[in-house]
């Protein structure tokens, strides 16, 4: 399956049956009214254990965050995953449930633990109980206080008032709806996979890789499916590394616990292989490269069918 640039909402849900979230507007821009903080899209057919992420490739810029900014929105839009979203839209083919964050990942980032956020960006900061990280120090937290490139988002602080609605109306919803999802396949199944989808700027750490497996070191996800993602990314020729630069951000190691029959699997894809520069400007899709992902859902979901397949075959009191 290929991708036009730039293609419009449904051509990208093409696959999708039943979808929950409300009608979302995925395409980039400031106005119009406030869309569903996040879409899913179950599949037609039969489904199966599998959950496809994309939790960074939100677009829609509310004209009162516009205004709250000090950065033009070229800038701020360079902490997007390029059009992931877009990349995965075919999930619901392979009988997967495909799960898209609508806002932007400088607005919210539900990639890091609520609470990581840099006391320094809200007032009286010092006061309020935050667990902030080394990253959530340095404004890559929740709520990002930086973009790429270290520039600052906000000319003066946020109030914790408006940090708590970022966290109330953008990150509780994402994880809930992750959860619930987990929950209903783990209930059903006995089982449940899911492949968190990011693209990432080429060079980092000086690593060479294309794409970047990560799994916590081997301790968010069931090597199987870990190995079958590796075989399928080294066959369509791309240099995969696996943990290095990025083995997992908090959706990796808060949700994936195997020994819980839930695995998780972080996957890095640098944007230079798919983001094509437009004549007019802008960018758009390399469609052989969308072709690539989508044959990379297809091969994790066949893994996860078969898995399925060997639990049914198994005697209960053996799961």
């Known amino acids: 399956m290929s991708f036009r640039p730039e293609a419009s909402r449904e051509q990208r849900v093409q696959a999708s049956g039943k979808s929950e979230g409300g009608e979302a507007d995925l395409s980039a821009g400031a106005g119009g009214s406030s869309p569903a903080p996040v879409v899913v ?85 010092d006061d309020v109980m935050l667990m902030p990280t080394e990253r959530g120090r340095a404004g890559l937290g929740s709520v990002p206080a930086v973009v790429s490139g270290g520039r600052q988002v906000y000319a003066s602080k946020l109030s914790m008032e408006e940090a708590a609605a970022r966290l109330r109306l953008f990150w509780h919803p994402y994880h809930a709806t992750l959860r619930r999802l987990i929950d209903e396949m783990r209930s059903e199944y006995g089982f449940c996979v899911v492949l968190d989808m990011h693209s990432m700027p080429p060079g980092i750490d000086g690593t060479k890789a294309d794409v970047v497996i990560g799994d916590r070191f081997g301790s968010s996800a069931r090597p199987v499916f870990v190995q079958a993602l590796s075989k399928t990314l080294l066959s369509l020729g791309f240099h995969v590394a696996r943990n290095h630069p990025f083995a997992g951000g908090f959706i990796t190691s808060h949700y994936g616990r195997p020994a819980e029959h839930v695995s998780v699997i972080q996957l890095e894809m640098s944007r230079t292989l798919y983001m094509c520069p437009r004549s007019g400007g802008g960018y758009g899709l390399n469609p052989r490269f969308a072709d690539k992902v989508n044959r990379v859902i297809a091969d994790m979901a066949r893994c996860v069918a078969e898995q399925q397949e060997i639990r049914r075959a198994q005697p209960a009191a053996a799961q």
């Open 41 to 125: 899209v179950r599949p037609l057919d039969t489904p199966i254990p599998l959950i496809v992420c994309s939790p960074h490739s939100g677009r829609n810029y509310s004209a009162e965050f516009l205004a709250r900014s000090r950065l033009p929105l070229d800038i701020l839009r360079s902490g997007e995953d390029f059009h992931v979203d877009t990349l995965i839209a075919g999930a619901p083919q392979h009988g997967a449930t495909l799960l898209c964050a609508t806002f932007p990942r400088v607005v919210c980032d539900v990639n890091r633990a609520s609470l990581d956020l840099d006391p320094r960006m809200v007032e009286n900061g």
